[in-house]
């Protein structure tokens, strides 16, 4: 990080700490621990078993998006690593961890590998996205409105990418012309546009991205749910999705501090206290959910380490062919 970007930086990691520190105080810090610790074990067993389901599902995905070069086991390390990373790394920087796990588990080029990676990050958006339309028709009248907000807001995000797609062709015509720092970032782009090419070209492919990113979120909010119960606040299972939905917009502002700690209990308290919850208990619970979250992400990423350090396999004969081609594309 330059000295222009730690200028840029800190100020964010401050306020970043700040409001976290905010939110613990008004959440009450006894409160918290006393939720947390007083979590039934079952249910945290429970949470757990759900947390690794999606881990794998996420995993899978993963090997879907990269094809054949990446076979499944290295994919559920790579992104057990990388999501442990992006959760506790400040301003969302941890995510950069899939380029190097990705290039040590035999996916070269740094292009690719972030080709991929934001692949999965618009499957994600996308899931999301009809995620977010559900729990707000399932909230009643004014999910309803919700609801056809995001709706439309799909078909925009669909409408970029088409839109994108073609004033990429456009540009690449003047890709020789164009000067050193825009050809990088138009190759990178072309890149990408690559990446969701090959993936729509092969339907069963995508939809199987797209539905296991679904019910990866899906689990998310299961997960969540389990944690609740066990710390014995019983709120409605489509409140706990529209506040995990809350939860995970917050985490996207890369102003963490710590852990992801502060915007996601700012995003999860204010869907929740729209619902009527109140905003101390919604807190509470926040940082105490998010503590254990954490944990088990812990654990699987310490469980993943040794198998994503592994020497990748060689390279067969059919897959050095593949690669030749694409560059030569």
């Not at 588990?105 to 590998?113: F, I, K, N």
């Amino acid at each position: 990080m330059n000295r222009i970007d730690r200028r840029r930086a800190w100020p964010l990691l401050v306020f970043g700490l700040l409001l976290a520190a905010g939110l613990l105080a008004v959440a009450r810090p006894q409160r918290v621990v006393q939720l947390a610790t007083g979590a039934q074990p079952s249910g945290l067993a429970a949470a757990f078993v759900v947390t690794a389901a999606v881990a794998a599902l996420r995993g899978l995905r993963l090997k879907v998006v990269v094809g054949r070069s990446l076979d499944s086991l290295r994919a559920l390390a790579v992104h057990a690593v990388t999501q442990f990373s992006a959760a506790v790394v400040p301003m969302r920087l941890g995510e950069a961890a899939i380029l190097p796990l990705l290039h040590r588990a035999g996916v070269p080029g740094l292009l690719r590998g972030v080709s991929v990676a934001v692949t999965v990050r618009l499957l994600d958006l996308l899931a999301l996205l009809v995620w977010a339309t559900i729990a707000g028709v399932w909230l009643g009248a004014r999910g309803v409105l919700a609801g056809m907000v995001l709706v439309i807001a799909v078909a925009t995000v669909l409408g970029v990418a088409a839109l994108a797609q073609k004033l990429l062709a456009a540009a690449a015509g003047r890709y020789r012309h164009a000067s050193p720092r825009w050809r990088r970032v138009l190759r990178q782009a072309l890149q990408v546009r690559a990446e969701l090419k090959r993936l729509a070209a092969t339907p069963g492919r995508a939809a199987a991205a797209m539905a296991l990113s679904l019910a990866a979120w899906g689990g998310v909010w299961g997960v969540t749910v389990l944690l609740v119960q066990a710390m014995g606040l019983t709120w409605p299972a489509a409140s706990v999705l529209w506040g995990t939905l809350g939860a995970t917009l917050g985490a996207a502002l890369p102003i963490n501090a710590v852990g992801n700690f502060g915007t996601m209990e700012a995003g999860w308290t204010a869907a929740l206290t729209a619902l009527g919850i109140p905003a101390d208990q919604a807190l509470a619970a926040g940082f105490a959910t998010h503590a254990w979250s954490l944990v088990f992400n812990a654990a699987l990423a310490a469980a993943a380490v040794p198998l994503s350090l592994r020497p990748p396999r060689a390279p067969s004969a059919a897959s050095l062919a593949t690669r030749k081609a694409r560059r030569s594309a």
